[in-house]
């Protein structure tokens, strides 16, 4: 595992740990043998990364080493005030945990989340009495409390005899008027030759022994009662720490459950972590030794700079054999594939794309040495040797193997033939295996076997640095020649050693250029045709998408107006109702019976408004049958757009799919032709004899318009007409705007313009620095539902204006 670096992995994985305990546990992780396994570390950490996108990192920091501190518990010590404020912080970190923990017991993590104990009472009880380190609160408990609260009386009455000594008594005698401690006793600095006048228990001397520290006799019973007073005091606090301690120890199990949890909670985000890093995604597992690497990336190669490789071999081959020249990528992707199988096997997310697979090899060996870094001699041979009997003595076909310049450190024949030798061996066995190579040989090999694949790493000799690109299918060149060549070799010298060459070779490698060059045109043609495709899915989601609009906008207006009305006609039949109820109480017989009649024809009025009015809006809402017949309409008829609300102009005959172009003033529409109906020109009515457009307006306006009309405003300018549309230019002049004033402008116009339906407008902002031009088509080239723009032609404005269509 070193040699494919899953050592730098782990230790990149313990980096993303946010607690000791879990950074150990990471280190400790080796790649599992079990599928079932497998499959649950993969699916805890697809949870983990899963809640790290919903809801950002999760912390585990207050998780410590706490193995003294659980011994220390279970033999019944008592704890220091350090560790009790190290397990109340790692409490307090559980119970901010298990509050983030999923609610969905399905969850592959609910069961940690679920089984962490806050323990909340007793980190309660630790802030309680523990302040900080070697700090107990003063009412920790009532003794406590009555020996803290004798002490400082204690020490008052001390200090206040003291300090009348010092100023008044023996101010005389005293070095400074100051008061010190010696031994934990208060005493007074005295001049060595007034030792006689202050009568006490010398504690201390300065170092000249001019000042003698004397504790007068009179205060020295006080300093006594105040050491048994501290004394009491610590034994207080033994006692209190000890009884936090059995509080603790009562719940051993459960912190050790705790600490066990958080730490595999804590590796399990840091696996989420590195894969979020690392844009990972979770491999699928197989047991038919198949692997389909997409877009697979070397987690150690900065992620600028890394080609991604696209890798299967178990489907149609058990063996790729890998060729092409130094520094071309070839070791690269050895460890690319065996670092991904191995840290799929350990539970990590792989860099690559999704839908990658993974096998479950009981082994993976390799043989990879960094051969451009040592000399090639006999010892190299004999090592790599080495190494080749191990794998050959102990690989099955449950195993993948690994071969680095297989063959290479010797004699090129002997070195090709042994290689060949070796592969045949592995191929026999149906032993899964990559291998990299120079020789030729290789190349033809894997050509005439089948169930073998050659595969190289571009290289590109103009700029003569390789792609790093695999190549399946494509054997490698070794580009010596063209290398040379380009590097300035006189020509008459290559082509003296093309000579030396033999014409199968030749042949041989002319077959590879031509291959080639046919590889790369077809990769060009296959992008351009996905291009192409890719822009024409892009329009007919941009049309489906702006057709599905409009007709959720034209429902939810004509939703509203029905609405609408049938408020406002409810609301008139309730008034009415309510003032003949009003008048009848105060009238005689007889003109009720006249307000009972003018009662029912009022409402018989309003009924038939109100079926008027839903006839009127339900003729608005749907298109009469299925439009006319092509061969009905001819360019210069006028008609109605339903879904528009407008009248029109054909300017164009149906296509085959009923689409058609209709002038609205200045605005060009395309239609279709179910959506559309004829228009006679001099009733302004459809054929059927049905009141359209203009014609319209005057049928409905008393009853639609009215209905409309806002009762509160008194006027008809809260009235709706489905025939009203924008009379929007098809043309933007943005010159001397700033930029943020013209994108603002930009943005707001081409709303308009694209509720007016207009397919193309021409944005004018000038040439002059260029930046103005370059904001706008920024902008442009961010807004989904513009088609394309472009520079204005000669003509057209240069590169003062901007075509746009929408």
């Known amino acids: 595992m070193r040699v494919v670096e899953f050592n730098k992995m782990i230790t990149m994985l313990a980096s993303h740990a946010t607690s000791e305990p879990g950074r150990q546990l990471c280190l400790s992780l080796v790649p599992m043998h079990d599928l079932v396994d497998i499959d649950r570390a993969q699916a805890e950490t697809e949870a983990a990364l899963s809640y790290l996108f919903r809801s950002g990192s999760l912390s585990f920091g207050d998780n410590r080493d706490f193995t003294d501190t659980f011994r220390a518990l279970k033999i019944g010590t008592s704890l220091s005030t350090v560790e009790f404020l190290r397990l109340a912080a790692f409490l307090e970190n559980i119970a901010r945990v298990k509050t983030a923990g999923p609610e969905d017991k399905e969850n592959p993590l609910f069961d940690l989340f679920d089984c962490l104990y806050p323990l909340t009472p007793v980190s309660t009880e630790i802030r309680r009495v523990v302040t900080g380190e070697d700090m107990i609160v003063p009412d920790a408990s009532p003794e406590l409390k009555r020996i803290r609260r004798q002490e400082e009386l204690t020490d008052d009455r001390i200090h206040s005899q003291l300090s009348r000594m010092a100023n008044q008594t023996y101010a005389d005698y005293l070095q400074d008027n100051v008061i010190t401690l010696r031994d934990d006793r208060y005493c007074l600095p005295v001049k060595a030759e007034y030792k006689s006048m202050v009568k006490g228990i010398v504690h201390d001397a300065s170092s000249t022994g001019s000042t003698l520290f004397i504790e007068p006799a009179s205060i020295v019973e006080l300093g006594n009662e105040l050491r048994e007073l501290q004394a009491a005091e610590k034994k207080e606090i033994e006692r209190i720490l000890q009884e936090l301690s059995a509080l603790c120890a009562g719940h051993y199990t459960e912190l050790k459950d705790d600490q066990a949890n958080m730490t595999r909670l804590d590796f399990i985000f840091a696996k989420a972590s590195l894969a979020l890093d690392q844009n990972a995604t979770r491999p699928i597992f197989n047991r038919e030794h198949r692997i389909v690497i997409r877009k697979g990336r070397h987690p150690f190669i900065d992620k600028r700079k890394v080609v991604p490789i696209d890798l299967s071999i178990g489907e149609t081959c058990d ?57 090639q001699n006999l010892s190299t041979f004999s090592a790599h040797m080495t190494t080749i009997v191990d794998i050959l003595r102990r690989a099955d076909k449950e195993c993948l193997c690994l071969f680095d310049e297989l063959g290479s450190g010797t004699d090129p024949t002997e070195g090709a033939a042994l290689a060949i030798s070796i592969l045949n061996f592995m191929h026999t066995r149906k032993i899964t295996t990559l291998a990299t190579t120079h020789y030729a040989e290789l190349k033809i090999y894997a050509m005439r076997t089948a169930g073998i694949v050659n595969a190289s790493c571009e290289f590109d000799v103009e700029s003569l640095q390789p792609t ?29 050693a093309r000579e030396q060459m033999s014409q199968e070779t030749q042949n041989f490698e002319d077959v590879l250029t031509e291959l080639e060059n046919s590889r790369v045109k077809a990769e060009k043609a296959e992008a351009e045709a996905s291009r192409i495709r890719a822009d024409l899915e892009k329009r007919e989601k941009i049309l489906a998408d702006r057709e599905r609009q409009l007709e959720e906008k034209r429902t939810g207006i004509l939703n509203k107006a029905n609405q609408q009305a049938r408020d406002i006609l409810r609301d008139a039949k309730e008034t009415a109702d309510r003032a003949i109820s009003a008048v009848r109480k105060s009238a005689k017989g007889a003109d009720i019976d006249k307000m009972e009649e003018e009662r029912t024809r009022l409402r018989e009025k309003a009924n038939k408004r109100e079926s008027r009015i839903r006839t009127d809006l339900n003729t608005v809402k749907k298109p009469h049958g299925k439009g006319p017949k092509p061969e009905d309409l001819h360019i210069g008829d006028r008609v109605h757009i339903f879904s528009m609300g407008m009248d029109g102009v054909v300017s164009s005959l149906p296509d085959k799919q009923g689409r058609l172009q209709v002038r609205c003033g200045i605005l060009h ?47 008809g300018s809260g009235s709706m007409d489905f025939s009203r549309s924008m009379n929007i230019s098809p043309e933007i002049n943005l010159l001397g705007m700033t930029t943020d004033e013209a994108i603002l402008t930009l943005d707001k116009y081409l709303d308009d313009a694209r509720m007016s339906h207009l397919d193309s407008v021409r944005v004018v902002h000038g040439k002059g620095t260029g930046a103005l031009r370059r904001a706008v088509q920024e902008y442009l080239r961010k807004q989904s539902w513009v088609k394309s723009y472009r520079s204005g032609d000669f003509g057209e404005g240069d590169a003062g204006v901007t075509i746009v269509n929408l």
């Open 669 to 715: 529409s395309e239609v279709k032709i179910g959506d559309i109906v004829l228009v006679d020109e001099s009733t302004g009515m459809t054929l059927d004899g049905v009141p359209v457009g203009a014609a319209a307006k005057g049928v409905r306006g008393s009853s639609v318009r009215r209905a409309f009309r806002n009762p509160n405003a008194g006027t």
């Open 319 to 375: 063996m790729i054999v890998v060729t092409g020249p130094n520094t071309g990528g070839k070791t690269v992707t050895l460890k690319t594939v065996s670092l991904l199988e191995l840290m799929g096997m350990a539970g990590l997310h792989i860099p690559a794309g999704d839908r990658s697979e993974l096998s479950l090899f009981r082994e993976i060996f390799a043989d990879i040495g960094d051969e451009q870094s040592i000399e």
């Open 468 to 496: 790093y690109r695999l190549l399946v299918g494509v054997p490698g060149k070794s580009n010596a020649f063209a290398i040379s060549e380009r590097l300035g070799l006189p020509h008459y010298i290559i082509e003296t």
